[in-house]
């Protein structure tokens, strides 16, 4: 089964700023059992953004009140999904940084000042 979903950053700051995402998927069982996250794929969008570190990269400067390309169109739930995922919850928590993009780099990848977190 896919569902639709759309997630898209926004500048709501005075300045131009790169951007990087992180993206965790989760699943809550109802029953006993380690859930397989794995079994959930999302439609990423590779020619807007890289992965590097664990953070997906947004590739260019978002102007302030611009809105990036999304990172991912759709949410996939793998047919092997057994039994034990009846009633199952799974989230995707995005979670989205930006710098400034003066006088820091030529991209997101290169610029300076990303929280550690």
Known sequence: ?????????KNTGASDAWIRVKVDKNIQLQGEGEPNTDLV??????TDWAEKDGYYYYNNALKPGE???PIFTAVTFDAAMGNEYQNATATVDVSAQAVQTANN???AMTANGWPNS
């Open 41 to 46: 794929e999302l439609a990423l969008n590779t």
């Open 105 to 107: 780099g030529a991209s």
């Open 67 to 69: 809105v990036t390309e």
């Open 1 to 9: 089964m896919t569902v639709t979903k759309i997630a898209e950053i």
